[in-house]
């Protein structure tokens, strides 16, 4: 299983020093993809943006005269042991130590957002996504060793990446350019590539969406990405300690969320009813009144993914409240890329190669990368935002 756990770091080294320009670029796609000092130990640890005090309070619940906005469920305030239970075989080193944390009372969308709420945003200001644009060669390679080579032109083409089902079993799970695609006129509105259009999927998650994809939506719509801690937080659903926004019963997984039933990355069953994604609120909703907080697709939070934040801030002195992540990114297996912490897994998920669908969960992304299988909810804060 270790080898399983840590299949997407080592595809990064194997895709690095293995493969032709072509792979690169598929690799390069996936990974383009204040700080409030209350005590001497925080000061030691610059990396980490958070709130540390001793003498605290937390907004609990709601305040009547606030109006739960359209769409979205309050998520009343409290604590909660953040990262991997201890009893989770099937936890990453990223998820460790688990640390308590402290959290405000927030609003936070009950599904993800959608094709239809995506593009009304896209109709009023004319936006146009990372994937629909120009791809600036010199603005990339910045991100990129020295000597990198540049793509063919034909390959610098406006796109995103989509999954294709390997015809037979895959013997080798670190080499994912055996089902990742580069796939030039790939986006939002197009998922699968020209000839795909959103035609009976208006309820399904908007996906193809780079972060600044997301946080312009986020200011249109009077909102913001949630934190990681605050995205952990809503998905657990006031249960504790444990790993699934149900409980700890990996049974009925095919029954409470959208993830890859079956051998990944060549045989689905689709015993959970779908092969893709799924319309969102398809499974049922947690404690909170939350959708799809596992499985169906990837969501974006605005902290920056550091390899040694966990460790950090479980050292740190004094009671974490609304912690916002790492100060910088930094990512041991990929030094270049300034990466995101993305949560939730998606309808790729399986036991096999990521197990991405339990709340502890984390995956970095660069703040330009759009795939498939990722999108993002927004919140709001009472008085805020």
């Given at each position: ?32 993809t204040q700080c409030i000092e209350k005590n001497k130990k925080s000061e030691r640890n610059p990396d980490i943006s958070q709130s ?148 009976g999927k208006e309820s399904h998650p908007v996906v193809h969406i780079a972060y600044e994809d997301a946080v312009a939506y986020c ?167």
């Amino acid at each position: 299983m270790r080898s399983r756990r840590n299949s997407f770091n080592q595809a990064k080294t194997f895709l690095w020093r293995k493969v032709p320009t072509f792979f690169f670029w598929l690799w390069l796609s996936l990974t383009l993809t204040q700080c409030i000092e209350k005590n001497k130990k925080s000061e030691r640890n610059p990396d980490i943006s958070q709130s540390v005090e001793n003498d605290f309070d937390v907004l609990i619940e709601k305040p009547k005269d606030n109006k739960t906005p359209e769409g979205m469920v309050w998520i009343p305030g409290g604590s909660f042991t953040m990262g991997a239970v201890a009893f989770d075989s099937l936890a990453m080193s990223h998820e460790k130590p688990n640390h308590t944390v402290w959290i405000d009372g927030f609003f936070m969308d009950s599904t993800e957002v959608t094709n239809a709420q995506f593009g009304k945003f896209v109709q009023e200001t004319g936006y146009v996504t990372v994937a629909e644009r120009e791809i600036d060669w010199e603005n990339m390679k910045d991100q990129l060793p020295a000597d990198t080579p540049k793509p063919p032109d034909s390959i610098l083409q406006p796109g995103s990446l989509i999954f294709g089902k390997p015809q037979q079993a895959v013997q080798n799970l670190s080499d994912y350019t055996q089902w990742w695609q580069w796939k030039i006129g790939a986006n939002w509105k197009h998922p699968l590539g020209p000839g795909s259009d959103l035609t009976g999927k208006e309820s399904h998650p908007v996906v193809h969406i780079a972060y600044e994809d997301a946080v312009a939506y986020c200011k249109w719509s009077g909102t913001r990405l949630p934190t990681e801690a605050e995205w952990e937080y809503a998905a657990r659903g006031g249960t504790k300690d444990s790993r699934f926004p149900w409980g700890n019963e990996k049974k009925d997984l095919s029954r409470l969320a959208n993830t890859w039933t079956g051998t990944f990355p060549s045989e689905n069953d689709a015993k959970d009813g779908y092969l893709n994604k799924a319309p969102v609120a398809s499974y049922p909703a947690n404690n909170y009144g939350l959708y799809d907080m596992v499985g169906n697709v990837w969501e974006w939070t605005q902290d920056w993914y550091n390899t040694s934040y966990y460790k950090k801030i479980a050292a740190t002195e004094g009671k974490i409240i609304n912690p916002k992540g790492a100060n910088k990114a930094y990512n041991a297996y990929n030094s270049y890329a300034e990466e995101k912490v993305i949560k939730g897994g998606s309808f790729l998920c399986n036991e096999n190669y990521c197990a991405s669908y339990r709340v502890s969960a984390r995956m970095a992304n660069t703040s330009d990368s759009a795939q498939e299988h990722l999108g993002f909810r927004t919140v709001k804060s009472i008085g805020k935002d």
